[in-house]
């Protein structure tokens, strides 16, 4: 089964309008931490924010904010006034700690183009 | 700088031969790991090392060998059993916060 599940294959918006990309996860754990990345044409991935599971505080970074609740296992991700730069993959992440270390799962990725 | 480099950013082999991917790091991390990304399909777990001399299969392994000499580096080696090498490899070593990635390598395999 997967343990995360992102569901938006593609999106396509406007320059300047809002966009969340959607991430549910899967986990049995009650210790674990979730991650977005973003993925520009160039390939490197590019880490954006962590969240540990005892923290639902929303979070919010410039035009980039974060929604965690727990109670629908989900971590969306919203960019607020998208712009042509915002176009990437953006990858939500599961860790969990094994008996063998860190664990992480990722998404199968949401691909996000800005359209100018 | 402190970070991860990949090496070479693109390669190209013919279908039989091993191939060799470098992965260092200069951020003084314990892990390290690589992955595999095809388009659709996410990333990968291949190997990952948690540290020096030791080293634990992923998700898909076979066709596929690390080593983990020295904590700056950990290279992997397509080899020819891996039926369908050609993708897009990459490397990240793991702080306390996050995993960091290197820019990657794209194998051809013809």
């Known amino acids: 089964a997967q343990k995360v599940t992102q569901a938006q294959t593609e999106i396509s918006v406007v320059e300047k309008e809002d966009v969340t990309l959607d991430c549910v996860y899967e986990?049995?754990?009650?210790?674990?931490?979730l991650f977005w990345y973003k993925q520009p044409p160039s390939g490197e991935l590019v880490f954006l924010i962590r969240r540990n599971s005892f923290d639902e505080q929303n979070e919010i970074s410039g035009r980039y904010s974060w929604n965690f609740q727990k109670s629908t296992s989900s971590f969306n991700f919203t960019i607020t006034a998208s712009q042509v730069v915002d176009s990437a993959v953006y990858f939500c992440?599961?860790?969990?700690?094994?008996?063998?270390?860190?664990?992480?799962?990722f998404g199968t990725g949401t691909s996000l183009t800005v359209i100018p | 700088d402190g970070g991860i480099t990949q090496s070479p950013k693109y390669l190209f082999r013919k279908e039989g031969q091993n191939v060799t991917l470098s992965c260092e790091q200069n951020?003084?991390?314990?892990?390290m790991y690589w992955y595999r990304q095809d388009p659709g399909q996410g990333l990968r777990l291949i190997y990952y090392?948690?540290?020096?001399?030791?080293?634990q299969k992923g998700d898909i392994a076979e066709g596929y060998s690390v080593s983990r000499e020295k904590k700056e580096s950990f290279p992997l080696t397509v080899t020819s059993a891996q039926k369908n090498p050609t993708a897009f490899y990459l490397c990240a070593s793991r702080d306390r916060a996050a995993l960091h990635f290197g820019n990657g390598t794209r194998l051809t395999v013809t």
């Open positions: 992440a599961l860790s969990e700690l094994t008996n063998t270390g860190n664990q992480f799962y």
């Open positions: 090392s948690q540290i020096v001399n030791d080293f």
């Open positions: 951020l003084n991390h314990d892990a």
């Open positions: 986990t049995r754990d009650t210790t674990y931490y």
